[in-house]
């Protein structure tokens, strides 16, 4: 599978290869100094109630702010440094900064934080999180960790392991990108999933797509049947919003209701990053107000 994709990415990049790899090995050059140069940051996008229209939670998304690029997102620089390794270092500061921040917002919402695979598998997962959730004081039950089926397929049972042991620290477990992946279904009977993300290539099209619409739909109703709540990614519309309320998706995450932002920008929503000083709650936003960000 891994060949495949290879060799689809070869082929894709063909007539601008040379620059392509050129560009990516400088990047990987850039990336390995990015946490010490204190270049990494974390962007929170909220998660709502789909009924009440209320904030859930927030996913953490990681972003670099490069010196001469601007902000590059991870869609360009998770792959590489996942290929270099340095997704261990850089997953740790996610987790660390993400945690510590999450423990300062002045309510208890949850936090999503993406896993990659490398993450799971060689770095004493579970023993990380248990040490930064001690050093934050953050909450297990706030914490969340989005895995892809990806993720898991490299090595179902050492995974299933990391993820039981995790579990029992309290944290949850979400299947991120779900759809998207070559054995949904089978990966749903092995894991024990707290939530289900459904992609937002599904989600997109629920009201243009006659296939998205029902598999969308099939996938809340057995999702209902198996007791795990149901997350649509990227809604970006309002007929995007009725469609997943009338299926009775639990929850949703999109441009409709929030971009990802600074945790500065989110301060209004999640409370200033303070411990020390108690200040008046900062208003809630209304209720059913869903683009209040
Ligand atoms: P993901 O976990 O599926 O995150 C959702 C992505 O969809 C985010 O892109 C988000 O900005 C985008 N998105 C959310 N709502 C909408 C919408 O309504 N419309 C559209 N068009 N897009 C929407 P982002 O931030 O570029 O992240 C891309 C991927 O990078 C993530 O996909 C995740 O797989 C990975 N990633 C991000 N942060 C981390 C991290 O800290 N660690 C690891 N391992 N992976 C990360
Ligand atoms: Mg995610
Ligand atoms: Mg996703
Ligand atoms: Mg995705």
């Given at each position: 599978r891994a060949k495949k994709q290879v060799g689809h990415k070869i082929c894709f990049y063909d007539q601008s290869m040379d620059e392509g790899r050129r560009t990516r090995s400088v990047l990987a050059m850039d990336l390995c100094g990015a946490v010490g140069r204190n270049e990494l940051l974390l962007h929170y996008q909220p998660q709502i109630d789909v009924r009440s229209g209320e904030i859930t939670g927030f996913e953490a998304l990681l972003r670099w702010q490069h010196p001469q690029r601007g902000l590059v997102g991870p869609s360009e620089f998770i792959p590489i440094a996942e290929e270099t390794g340095l997704i261990l270092p850089i997953g740790e500061w996610v987790l660390r900064t993400a945690c510590a921040e999450a423990a300062c917002w002045r309510k208890p919402y949850k936090l999503a934080i993406n896993i990659s695979s490398a993450q799971l598998t060689q770095s004493g997962l579970p023993g990380l999180v248990h040490e930064i959730l001690l050093e934050t004081?953050?909450?297990?039950?706030?914490l969340e960790l989005e895995i892809t089926e990806a993720t898991i397929i490299d090595d179902v049972n050492g995974t299933l392991r990391v993820v039981r042991q995790l579990k029992a620290l309290g944290v949850t477990i979400a299947m991120d990108d779900y759809g998207t992946g070559y054995s949904s279904l089978s990966t749903l009977q092995i894991f024990p999933f707290d939530r289900i993300k459904i992609d937002r290539s599904f989600v997109e099209r629920v009201t243009t797509n006659r296939a998205s619409a029902a598999i969308v739909k099939a996938t809340i109703l057995l999702a209902d049947n198996l007791e795990i709540p149901v997350l649509a990614e990227g809604v970006e519309t309002e007929e995007n919003l009725g469609f997943l309320r009338d299926a009775g998706c639990a929850e949703a995450q999109g441009f409709l209701f929030g971009r990802p932002l600074p945790v500065s920008d989110i301060a209004a929503l999640a409370g200033r990053a303070r411990k020390t000083t108690i200040q008046p709650l900062p208003q809630r936003p209304a209720e059913g107000s869903s683009a209040a960000t």
């Open positions: 004081g953050l909450a297990p039950s706030r």
